[in-house]
């Protein structure tokens, strides 16, 4: 007798597994069988996590600090949180206020199942990061995705964003700079959101990851700067996979009103317990510690921004927002579409041009229907000067063959 098929949840059906994580396997699995794959797919800093980090982890379990810690996270490490957002940002919260997670992905998890619910709508500004709708869907509530435009950098406008919002709206995710566009937002649209959710009660997710990898000197406005009385409807994602090049730690935090982060810490006690005790001790570490090497990081990513950005825009019918921080190019390819490749497939999107890329070019990127606009190919320039050349040299190359 066969074994019986066992029924999944409903749950799992509505979402995919990342498709970032996804197209990194393959491009892992082409290179395993001795492809030269060159991978521009990767979402983290091609950089060591500082030695002084790596040494605290090392010291915690050598110390035995190796037991659950409380569900929100160490006391020390909150409000090392607390002190860089009153340093950094000026911002003033209390260790209350603040939930330490395995990894920033996870407390928007946390968020999500401690907010949302069925009936909920959440705004999601498109090109997104991945992770954004079905985070809101496995809440069960609905991601509503407000299209951005290129031609305006990827801001935000305010009559576009009037448009998808209903009285169901409960939220509105913002990514600035942004994955995978680097885009940043407006003070005006920044100005323009604040009042809306004010006005209608929204909660606003602003998922500040890449806040330390910023290019030109000016302070990127916050909505949190716009109006003071927002504290009490933010929430602030951070963490240290990117500032700190910690990706494989798993320490993300959230800041927010004290009974939102009461909730968070309720369903984090019923799934998790906490984040890795050993992981704490490092990002403890990288907080309280000497906050160079973000600097030096986002330094040594500028001349391959510079690289990157002439090279593509050297290509006949490619379009490029030039990024204002974090470490993606995301550009327009859809001049592309409607043609053939040499072995007489028909490229129409993004997923089919990924695909030609990484078999024909062997590079591996992630196609911009991932993000919501499939007009688009993202690029990581988180990878050596050397790799950038092969790689925009085989990318000419593909794009001029196609017929
Ligand atoms: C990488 C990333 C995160 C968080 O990553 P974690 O490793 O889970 O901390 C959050 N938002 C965006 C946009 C990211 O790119």
Same mark, same amino acid.
């Given at each position: 007798m066969d074994a019986p098929i066992i029924a999944l949840a409903a749950r799992v059906k509505e979402i995919k597994a990342s498709p970032t994580l996804a197209v990194d396997a393959k491009a892992k699995a082409l290179k395993a069988e001795g492809a030269d794959v060159l991978n521009f797919s990767v979402g983290e800093p091609d950089f060591d996590t500082p030695p002084h980090v790596c040494e605290a982890g090392k010291a915690a379990i050598d110390q035995g600090f190796t037991? $659950?810690?409380?569900?929100? &996270?160490?006391?020390?490490?909150?409000?090392?949180v607390c002190e860089r957002l009153a340093t950094?940002?000026?911002?003033? $919260?209390?260790?209350?206020?603040?939930?330490?997670?395995?990894? =920033?992905?996870? =407390?928007l998890y946390n968020m999500a199942q401690a907010l949302f619910g069925p009936g909920d709508e959440v705004l999601v500004p498109a090109? $997104?990061?991945?992770?954004?709708?079905? #985070?809101?869907?496995?809440?069960?509530?609905?991601?509503?995705?407000?299209?951005?435009?290129?031609?305006?950098?990827?801001?935000?406008?305010?009559a576009v964003l009037q448009q998808y919002a209903g009285p169901k709206t409960r939220g509105i995710i913002l990514n600035s700079p942004s994955n995978p566009t680097g885009s940043v937002l407006s003070a005006g649209a920044l100005e323009a959101i604040a009042q809306m959710a004010l006005a209608q009660g929204w909660v606003v997710i602003s998922d500040d990851i890449y806040d330390t990898i910023v290019y030109g000197a000016a302070k990127l406005?916050?909505?949190?700067?716009?109006?003071?009385?927002?504290?009490?409807?933010?929430l602030?994602? %951070?963490?240290v996979s990117k500032s700190f090049a910690m990706t494989g730690w798993r320490i993300g935090y959230?800041? &927010?009103?004290?009974?939102?982060?009461?909730?968070? %810490?309720? #369903?984090?006690?019923?799934?998790?317990? %906490?984040?890795?005790?050993?992981?704490?001790?490092?990002?403890?570490?990288?907080?309280? =510690?000497?906050?160079?090497?973000? #600097?030096?990081?986002?330094?040594?990513?500028?001349?391959?921004?510079?690289f990157m950005i002439k090279a593509l825009t050297a290509i006949p019918g490619v379009t490029c927002v030039r990024p204002r921080g974090a470490f993606y190019v995301f550009p327009n390819l859809s001049a592309y579409y409607g043609?053939?490749?040499?072995?007489?497939?028909?490229?129409?999107?993004?997923?089919?041009?990924?695909? $030609?890329?990484?078999?024909?070019?062997?590079?591996?990127?992630?196609?911009g229907v991932a993000f919501g606009a499939d007009q688009f190919i993202r690029f990581s320039f988180a990878t050596s000067m050397a790799i950038l050349a092969e790689g925009m040299r085989r990318l000419a190359q593909a794009l001029a063959v196609l017929k």
């Open positions: 037991r $659950y810690t409380p569900v929100p &996270g160490i006391l020390p490490l909150r409000e090392a950094d940002h000026g911002w003033q $919260y209390r260790p209350d206020q603040i939930q330490v997670s395995c990894g =920033g992905k996870h =407390g090109p $997104y990061w991945v992770s954004y709708p079905p #985070i809101v869907q496995l809440a069960g509530a609905t991601p509503v995705i407000v299209p951005l435009d290129e031609k305006s950098d990827f801001d935000l406008d305010p406005p916050h909505i949190l700067d716009v109006d003071p009385r927002l504290q009490q409807q933010t602030i994602l %951070n963490g959230t800041a &927010g009103p004290k009974h939102i982060i009461a909730a968070m %810490n309720k #369903i984090q006690s019923q799934s998790t317990s %906490n984040p890795s005790s050993v992981a704490q001790k490092a990002a403890l570490a990288a907080l309280t =510690g000497s906050q160079d090497f973000p #600097i030096t990081m986002r330094d040594a990513f500028v001349p391959r921004l510079d043609r053939e490749t040499p072995g007489g497939k028909e490229i129409n999107d993004s997923v089919a041009l990924a695909d $030609y890329l990484l078999e024909e070019a062997l590079l591996a990127t992630v196609p």
